[in-house]
């Protein structure tokens, strides 16, 4: 390890939870959060700000935490899939992708979520182009998008207080085109 | 009477049941590799080859040494005074574990680190120092099996030149013959480029040597969690029940983790020498550059035909680019996979195919990319050729499969290679693609439009496909025979666990397989937990790929679930005081013949099972089945999609597409069509932009998400999915696999419609993926696009 010297002390508010830690400049964001913090729903794909699997919101905005030093969260609120929902009561994100079957392996969830809810807290009509357009960060090998698109228009419906009926049965999510 | 179960509420087959999975992925608690830390643990990290093909003259680790926090710097020196330089590959070769004589392609591992932390690990792999002695690079098989080629497989003895395999299958008498009396023949040269899995998590692995007791545990990546314990036993010597191999969540595979690693194996050995656990996290640029690959097949085809539109025969030519060590990771017998599956969805008579492999100085590892071992060039080369045929015969592509396609009565039928296809509707299936996109609505648009310049297109694809290795008699791996299993207990409450010998990696086994037992025996789903991956409790398994799960794995659960089913029977007459043959059954629960009334639930019978068994029966309701399918499942599926091309840019967008598939009986209609479209994105990914390429010194273009292009919700364009049911005659719930269907048939769609578009400009062929500039300059040239890798000229 390098020199205690060297160790930065900075305080991050995780989760709504404040945090103070010391760490190495060089510390990304992604490995205070998953080997510090030990919240190890935030994933690591790509390293390379391609794929999307470790966004976080910070301060609310989606965030690729592979490319962040752990020292620029000093004094910033990050939230985390750990903090989307509590553990009894899901966001209706959670839900949406749930009741839609937006995930498979559900390596590209948590970072897909956290965009989505940032998207819909900012554009809480969105369309399916908006949808399209606002996931474009964030890479999914395995579902082809169509129920990733519609779990988020469910959960701004859900915010809005009507739900959606189709829990995978339909196909009326068409496409950009 | 009591109310009969309903099968679709307790979770059974054709429910929408919400998946078990994702009550643990959407709150962040899956448990992937990385997340796995153990006390102790140290981290390992690669140093990778910076050249495609070069001799080592030296490698000096002392400045990595010295960094604090260093444990171990490994070299393939030291690896081979274990006997652990090289190692076998799943396809009768050998791989080098870290280099020790020669590099053979960019990216392979030459040594590797194991310290404190992944950051000491990367600074030390850094301070290593490797001189290196280029040598010519070869980069595609044109140049690799020209005479006086470079030899680059040295280390082999008896081996002068790069071909790796030589294969041939079907009548070349025969199929001469039938050309002879062709009316016209149609050739098609095409190349399917090299792509790569890419799950967005990469490979890893845990080891954790215990040299107290000698257990080896491994948790790591792997799709096939029995093969691996079985090959690490093979090659490290370890004896086999000393060796537990756990796989946790996957995030995704796709084939990409079917193959044994180095990196596996380098983490193996650091655990034995330091006495520690030892993780080793790919990178997304290690995982690229050198993990198994998909494709990279040249494909010369010609099919013989009568005017009528009627093909007589077919012949062709495939080419294989291994890469530097031949470690397909393929069961079958035959050495280029299931290439042999190509037109059995057509009545064609004959038939001939050659095929050979190549060693070229780029990664190893053909895998089965969401596919079924070549099935994928297969079918491409098939659709592709199909519409080339009818273009050339001036006949309506849909037409031309009409005459040709096989019809509902015909089966079991024999393809001239040898496989027998056994039901399917395929006539039906194209039929109602045709009717959902409006296909005559389409050609009469399309040539209005063309009448004001605008170029749209359509573009069919219609195959069957083989998945679910085994048989046993054709289909092994390691001498391992294709079956697999499963293992049911049921509690005295009723409740029950299930495990199998698959590993799921998005598929959604925890969910589906339940539904099977639920089917089989009317315990409600929610009441049977799935578990998989892990060797000391799993029965022995091939594991999850090639669609094979649900033919196989699900087999032997259905059959594991009868037999229980069988014993409880024993237990309800003994409850009911009746004979075994007085006993009816309907789901969830035994009655007495002619009095309905009298009955027992599976539940009661599984307490009994315990509590109140009849005199001389032994205790328990568990069984194991281990389950060798028949023959293989060939679901069928119709693909159509329609695009416009702009011909000043080359840009072409896709206007709609419609998939029909045939995969039989659906276990959870939810997870099927999940799974059809995540298969027509990689189609569409295919056909527009994923694809690696190699410059001419052997420098991997798209070893990172920059150059190696995936779509992604905004490019990925939407889905109108349809379903026909043909039960797979020889599976226990008639249900055939899926997993893949999409990603196999769905390119030829696309690249037919773009095709389609072009037709009048005399361009046949352009090669994926059909990227802007390739159909720009088609279009200004009216010639064929060929992707071949360059090859340098000096
Ligand atoms: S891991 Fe951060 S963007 Fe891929
Ligand atoms: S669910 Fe697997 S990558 Fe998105």
């Given at each position: 390890?390098?020199?205690?010297a060297?160790?930065h002390?900075?305080?991050?508010t995780?989760?709504?939870?404040?945090?103070?830690?010391?760490?190495?400049?060089?510390l990304?964001?992604?490995?205070?959060?998953?080997e510090?913090?030990r919240?190890t729903g935030?994933?690591?794909?790509?390293?390379?700000t391609n794929?999307?699997?470790?966004?976080?919101?910070y301060?609310?905005t989606?965030?690729?935490?592979?490319t962040?030093?752990?020292v620029?969260?000093?004094?910033h609120?990050?939230?985390?899939?750990e903090?989307l929902?509590s553990l009894?009561e899901?966001?209706?994100?959670?839900?949406?992708?749930?009741?839609?079957?937006?995930?498979?392996?559900?390596?590209?969830?948590?970072?897909?979520?956290l965009?989505?809810k940032a998207?819909?807290?900012?554009?809480p009509?969105p369309?399916?182009?908006?949808?399209?357009?606002?996931?474009?960060?964030?890479?999914?090998?395995?579902?082809?998008?169509?129920?990733?698109?519609?779990?988020v228009?469910w959960?701004?419906?859900?915010?809005?207080?009507?739900?959606?009926?189709?829990?995978?049965?339909?196909t009326?999510?068409?496409?950009?085109? | 009477?009591?109310q009969?179960?309903?099968e679709v509420?307790?979770?059974?087959?054709?429910?929408?049941?919400?998946?078990?999975e994702?009550?643990?992925?959407?709150?962040?608690?899956?448990?992937?590799?990385?997340?796995?830390?153990?006390?102790?643990?140290?981290?390992?990290?690669?140093?990778r080859?910076?050249?495609?093909?070069?001799?080592?003259?030296?490698i000096?680790?002392?400045?990595a040494w010295?960094i604090?926090?260093?444990r171990?710097?490994l070299?393939?020196?030291?690896?081979?005074?274990?006997n652990?330089?090289?190692?076998?590959?799943?396809?009768y070769d050998?791989?080098?574990?870290l280099?020790?004589?020669?590099?053979?392609f960019?990216?392979?591992?030459?040594a590797?680190?194991?310290?404190?932390d992944?950051?000491?690990?990367?600074d030390?792999?850094?301070?290593?120092?490797?001189?290196?002695?280029?040598?010519?690079?070869?980069?595609?098989?044109?140049?690799s099996?020209?005479?006086?080629?470079?030899?680059?497989?040295d280390d082999?003895e008896?081996q002068?030149?790069?071909?790796?395999?030589r294969?041939e299958?079907?009548?070349?008498?025969?199929?001469?013959?039938?050309?002879?009396q062709a009316?016209?023949?149609?050739?098609?040269?095409?190349?399917y480029?090299?792509?790569?899995?890419?799950?967005?998590?990469?490979c890893?692995?845990v080891?954790?040597?215990?040299?107290a007791?000698?257990?080896?545990t491994?948790y790591?990546?792997?799709?096939?969690?029995?093969?691996?314990r079985?090959?690490v036993?093979?090659?490290?010597?370890?004896?086999?029940?000393?060796?537990?191999?756990?796989?946790?969540?996957?995030?995704?595979g796709f084939?990409?983790?079917?193959?044994?690693?180095?990196g596996y194996?380098?983490?193996i050995?650091?655990s034995?020498l330091?006495?520690?656990?030892?993780?080793?996290?790919?990178?997304n640029?290690g995982?690229l550059?050198?993990?198994?690959?998909?494709?990279?097949?040249?494909?010369?085809?010609?099919?013989?035909?009568?005017?009528?539109?009627?093909?007589?025969?077919?012949?062709?030519?495939?080419?294989t680019?291994?890469?530097?060590?031949?470690?397909d990771?393929?069961?079958?017998?035959?050495?280029?996979g299931?290439?042999?599956?190509a037109?059995?969805?057509?009545?064609?008579p004959?038939?001939?195919i050659?095929?050979r492999?190549?060693?070229t100085?780029k990664?190893p590892?053909?895998?089965?990319?969401?596919?079924s071992?070549?099935?994928?060039?297969?079918?491409?080369?098939?659709?592709?050729?199909?519409?080339?045929?009818?273009?050339?015969?001036?006949?309506?592509?849909?037409?031309?499969r009409?005459i040709?396609l096989?019809?509902a009565?015909?089966?079991?039928a024999?393809?001239?290679?040898?496989?027998?296809?056994?039901?399917?509707?395929?006539?039906k299936c194209l039929q109602?693609?045709?009717?959902?996109?409006?296909?005559?609505?389409?050609?009469?648009?399309q040539?209005?439009?063309?009448?004001?310049?605008?170029r749209?297109?359509?573009?069919?694809?219609?195959?069957?496909?083989?998945?679910g290795?085994?048989?046993?008699?054709e289909?092994?791996?390691?001498?391992?025979k294709?079956?697999?299993?499963?293992e049911?207990?049921?509690?005295?409450?009723?409740?029950?666990?299930?495990?199998?010998g698959?590993?799921?990696?998005?598929q959604?086994h925890e969910?589906?397989?339940?539904?099977i037992?639920?089917?089989?025996?009317g315990?409600?789903?929610d009441d049977?937990?799935?578990?998989e991956?892990?060797?000391d409790?799993?029965p022995f398994?091939?594991?999850t790929?090639a669609?094979?799960?649900?033919?196989?794995?699900?087999?032997?659960v259905?059959?594991?679930?009868?037999?229980v089913?069988?014993k409880?029977?024993?237990?309800?007459?003994?409850?009911?005081?009746?004979?075994?043959?007085?006993?009816?059954?309907?789901?969830?629960?035994f009655?007495?013949?002619?009095?309905?009334?009298?009955?027992v639930?599976?539940?009661?019978?599984?307490?009994?099972?315990?509590t109140n068994?009849?005199d001389?029966?032994?205790p328990?309701?568990?069984n194991?089945?281990?389950?060798?399918?028949p023959?293989l499942?060939?679901?069928?599926?119709c693909?159509?999609?329609?695009?416009?091309?702009?011909p000043?840019?080359?840009?072409?967008?896709?206007?709609?597409?419609v998939?029909?598939?045939?995969c039989?009986?659906?276990?959870?209609?939810?997870?099927?069509?999940?799974?059809?479209?995540?298969g027509?994105a990689?189609?569409?990914?295919?056909?527009?932009m994923?694809f690696?390429?190699y410059d001419?010194?052997?420098?991997?273009?798209g070893?990172?998400y920059i150059?190696?292009l995936?779509?992604?919700?905004?490019?990925?364009p939407?889905?109108e999915?349809?379903?026909?049911?043909?039960?797979?005659?020889?599976h226990?719930?008639?249900?055939?696999?899926?997993?893949e269907?999409?990603?196999?048939?769905?390119?030829a769609?696309?690249?037919?419609?773009?095709?389609?578009?072009l037709?009048?400009?005399?361009?046949?062929?352009i090669?994926?993926?059909?990227?802007p500039d390739?159909?720009?300059?088609a279009?200004?040239?009216?010639r064929?696009v060929?992707?071949?890798?360059p090859?340098?000229?000096d």
């Open positions: 390890m390098t020199d205690a060297d160790e002390r900075i305080t991050v995780v989760n709504g939870e404040p945090h103070a830690v010391e760490v190495e400049p060089r990304l964001l992604v490995h205070l959060l998953r510090g913090l919240l935030t994933h690591i794909g790509c390293d390379t794929c999307g699997a470790c966004t976080v919101l301060d609310g989606p965030v690729k935490s592979c962040m030093l752990a620029q969260a000093d004094g609120e990050i939230t985390t899939v903090g929902g009894s899901l966001d209706p994100v959670q839900e949406g992708f749930t009741i839609e079957h937006g995930l498979q392996c559900g390596f590209c969830t948590p970072g897909m979520m965009t989505a998207l819909i807290t900012n554009n009509n369309s399916e182009e908006d949808v399209r357009w606002g996931l474009s960060g964030n890479l999914c090998r395995c579902t082809g998008y169509q129920n990733i698109v519609k779990a228009l959960a701004a419906a859900k915010q809005h207080g009507h739900v959606a009926e189709t829990n995978g049965q339909g009326t999510v068409s496409g950009r085109t | 009477m009591s009969a179960l309903d509420k307790i979770g059974g087959l054709g429910s929408s049941r919400q998946r078990v994702d009550a643990r992925f959407i709150r962040g608690r899956g448990n992937y590799i990385d997340d796995l830390k153990l006390p102790g643990m140290l981290h390992m990290e690669i140093l080859s910076p050249l495609a093909h070069a001799r080592i003259i030296s000096d680790t002392s400045a010295a604090p926090g260093v171990l710097v070299t393939g020196e030291m690896a081979a005074q274990r652990l330089a090289w190692m076998p590959t799943l396809s050998t791989q080098a574990v280099a020790t004589d020669k590099v053979r960019q990216g392979q591992e030459v590797c680190v194991v310290a404190d992944p950051y000491i690990a990367k030390a792999c850094e301070a290593i120092v490797v001189e290196y002695e280029p040598l010519p690079v070869i980069v595609n098989p044109i140049q099996l020209a005479p006086d080629a470079p030899l680059i497989r082999k008896g002068t030149d790069n071909v790796c395999y294969w299958v079907g009548d070349k008498q025969g199929t001469d013959r039938a050309f002879a009316d016209h023949i149609s050739r098609l040269k095409l190349h480029p090299r792509s790569h899995p890419s799950p967005i998590e990469c890893g692995s080891a954790d040597y215990n040299a007791t000698g257990k080896l491994v790591m990546t792997t799709q096939a969690p029995h093969i691996i079985a090959a036993a093979l090659v490290a010597e370890l004896p086999e029940h000393m060796i537990r191999i756990v796989s946790p969540d996957l995030g995704g084939g990409n983790k079917v193959p044994v690693y180095p194996v380098c983490s050995l650091g034995i330091t006495g520690k656990p030892v993780k080793w996290i790919e990178d640029f995982n550059i050198s993990t198994g690959f998909g494709r990279d097949m040249y494909l010369d085809s010609e099919l013989a035909l009568r005017k009528d539109g009627k093909i007589l025969a077919v012949r062709f030519h495939a080419d680019d291994q890469g530097a060590f031949f470690s990771a393929q069961p079958s017998k035959f050495k280029i299931l290439v042999h599956s037109f059995a969805c057509y009545d064609i004959v038939g001939h050659t095929a492999g190549a060693y100085n990664a590892g053909g895998v089965a990319y969401r596919c071992f070549r099935v994928t060039e297969a079918m491409f080369f098939q659709e592709r050729m199909i519409q080339a045929a009818a273009a050339d015969l001036g006949m309506d592509q849909a037409q031309f009409r040709n096989r019809r009565d015909d089966f079991p024999r393809t001239p290679f040898g496989f027998l296809v056994d039901s399917g509707q395929y006539h109602l693609g045709l009717d959902a996109i409006g296909y005559e609505d389409f050609k009469r648009e040539a209005q439009a063309r009448s004001r310049g605008r749209l297109g359509i573009g069919i694809s219609t195959m069957t496909e083989p998945l290795a085994g048989n046993s008699r289909y092994d791996i390691l001498g391992i294709m079956f697999d299993s499963a049911l207990r049921v509690h005295p409450t009723g409740k029950a666990i299930l495990r199998t698959a590993k799921t990696q998005g959604g969910t589906t397989w339940a539904q037992v639920s089917h089989e025996l315990i409600p789903a049977v937990i799935v578990e991956g892990d060797t409790t799993a398994g091939m594991g790929y669609s094979r799960s649900t033919p196989v794995a699900g087999a032997a259905s059959m594991v679930a009868r037999k089913r069988a409880a029977r024993k237990l309800a007459a003994h409850l009911l005081e009746v004979s075994e043959e007085d006993i009816e059954w309907e789901l969830g629960r009655y007495v013949r002619g009095a309905a009334r009298r009955g639930t599976i539940q009661e019978c599984a307490m009994a099972a315990y068994m009849p001389g029966m032994e328990g309701l568990e194991n089945a281990y389950y060798d399918p023959n499942t060939w679901p069928f599926a693909y159509i999609a329609t695009v416009e091309v702009d000043e840019t080359g840009v072409w967008d896709v206007l709609r597409v998939a029909v598939d045939d039989g009986v659906r276990i959870n209609p939810m997870i099927v069509e999940g799974q059809i479209m995540g027509l990689e189609a569409y990914a295919m056909a527009n994923q690696m390429t001419a010194d052997g420098n991997m273009i070893a990172n150059d190696y995936l779509p992604t919700a905004w490019e990925t939407g889905f999915l349809h379903e026909v049911v043909t039960p797979c005659p020889h226990p719930i008639g249900a055939k696999g899926v997993g269907c999409a990603a196999v048939g769905g390119p769609a696309f690249v037919n419609a773009v095709m389609n578009a037709e009048d400009t005399g361009v046949r062929n090669d994926m993926p059909v990227l390739r159909v720009w300059q279009i200004q040239t009216g064929d060929s992707g071949v890798p090859v340098r000229q």
